[in-house]
């Protein structure tokens, strides 16, 4: 049951390192003041008891002696005296008075004690007489006049007996431990600074960009793991560099024979079916060619700019209908992206491509707001693509069978289209279009507002 509890309880706990290590922080500094405080107060609670108890004592010891030693026509004024310059006030004492107890904590309890020890047993404490809040002793008078002798109520002030300063001492003691948890904040953020860089770093290299430099200063863990990386990220950018120079060259070297070679095809004289069915296959030969080098291709110098989706989408519609096959384009508002042009028409191409390949006849434009974000879809009435398969058909090489059964092509269609949507920071979909078919949806960031 408590392993249960504690999943709980990490459940709804903050997530962050940077929170999480300021929540350690802050709990052992608060334990470490709680312990201190109790320690203090358990060693000092008796010096303070014996003090307080001392000075009340001598307090009421000064008052008898004084009203004993009085003129019995000055005694009045000594009283005023009393009350008007230190603050002591004396009653008489009655079986009826109206009295409150002290609190019942250890440090009342231990000067209780220490005063009866020293004035009698019968003294009696009180936080207030007659509805007069303080702190209330009662004494005896033993003398030869009745009048004189009796029992008395004197009433110290609170400052008299209590520590005065308590609440600053409280107050010099929360800033005290504001400051630490402030520096502590400080501390862990200077730690935590770094790690999101680098996540933000990392998340760049997934979209296919290249990230900016990470600082190498600071402590010696963090200086050598952002020295890895910008490390790993110059060898990322070396290779892509590799790949992409090595694919240039073979598409130069497999594209010239191949126009030989359908060169040679056209005028072999053989039968008409036979030769265009050779020119075929080289075509999509040549196509598969440039599908690996569309795989490959960086954006190059293009920078993300503010893009109209509507027109661009009205360019393609406008495109196709020239070549035969007429798209249908229905926009929803305007839709404002921030894109890459040029590699956003290619993304968008090679959906409209693939509808055509796979579905027989043109396909649908959409363009508008989803979930509060431009997009540009693509519709077609083809076989579609289970939702369970959804993700797995945007990795390279991958195609289905059962759905899409054509095996012209690479595989590297819709991967295409992934790769340049999350270099633009957006989000590819593909999902049942209602009445069956397809709804392939490419959704980017809107555009900053000028």
């Not at 008007?84 to 004492?93: D, K, N, Q, S, V």
């Amino acid at each position: 049951m408590a392993p249960a509890r504690y999943r709980s309880f990490l459940v709804g706990a903050p997530r962050t390192l940077l929170w999480r290590i300021f929540l350690v922080v802050t709990f052992l500094m608060l334990a470490s003041v709680a312990t201190w405080s109790a320690i203090f107060n358990h060693f000092d609670v008796a010096s303070r008891a014996g003090q307080m108890a001392q000075t009340v004592v001598s307090i009421i010891n000064l008052t008898r002696t004084a009203l004993l030693n009085a003129d019995p026509a000055l005694r009045k004024d000594l009283l005023l005296d009393l009350a008007t310059l230190e603050g002591i006030r004396i009653y008489p004492a009655e079986k009826q008075d109206r009295t409150a107890p002290l609190e019942d904590s250890a440090l009342m309890q231990m000067l209780t004690t220490e005063v009866r020890q020293q004035l009698g047993p019968e003294t009696r404490f009180a936080s207030s007489w007659e509805g007069l809040a303080g702190f209330w002793v009662s004494f005896r008078i033993q003398a030869d006049d009745p009048e004189d002798a009796g029992e008395f109520w004197v009433m110290l002030p609170v400052e008299r007996v209590m520590r005065p300063h308590t609440r600053e001492w409280i107050g010099w003691g929360a800033a005290a431990l504001c400051l630490a948890l402030l520096g502590a904040y400080v501390i862990v953020s200077r730690l935590s600074r770094p790690l999101k860089d680098l996540t933000v770093a990392a998340r760049t290299v997934g979209r296919g960009e290249i990230p900016a430099r990470l600082d190498e200063d600071g402590p010696t863990e963090l200086s050598e793991l952002a020295h890895a990386f910008n490390q790993m990220s110059r060898d990322l950018q070396e290779l892509d560099a590799d790949r992409a120079l090595i694919l240039a060259g073979v598409s130069h070297d497999l594209r010239t024979p191949l126009a030989r070679l359908r060169l040679g095809v056209e005028m072999c004289g053989a039968d008409a079916a036979d030769v265009d069915a050779m020119v075929s296959d080289i075509e999509d030969m040549d196509r598969i060619i440039g599908q690996f080098l569309s795989f490959s291709r960086e954006s190059g110098d293009e920078i993300l700019t503010p893009l109209d989706l509507t027109g661009m989408a009205e360019e393609l519609a406008a495109l196709y209908t020239r070549r035969g096959f007429p798209l249908t384009l229905h926009t929803r508002g305007i839709a404002i992206a921030e894109a890459r042009p040029q590699a956003l028409r290619r993304a968008v191409t090679n959906l409209i491509e693939n509808a055509l390949r796979y579905a027989g006849h043109p396909p649908e434009l959409e363009v508008g707001m989803v979930d509060g974000r431009p997009a540009i879809e693509v519709l077609d009435r083809g076989p579609g693509i289970p939702p369970a398969d959804a993700e797995r058909v945007k990795r390279p090489f991958t195609r289905l069978e059962s759905a899409r059964s054509n095996t012209k092509g690479s595989g590297l269609g819709l991967a295409i289209v992934d790769r340049i949507v999350r270099g633009q920071q957006g989000e590819f979909r593909l999902a049942p279009r209602e009445g069956g078919g397809l709804r392939a949806s490419i959704i980017l960031r809107s555009a900053p507002r000028a």
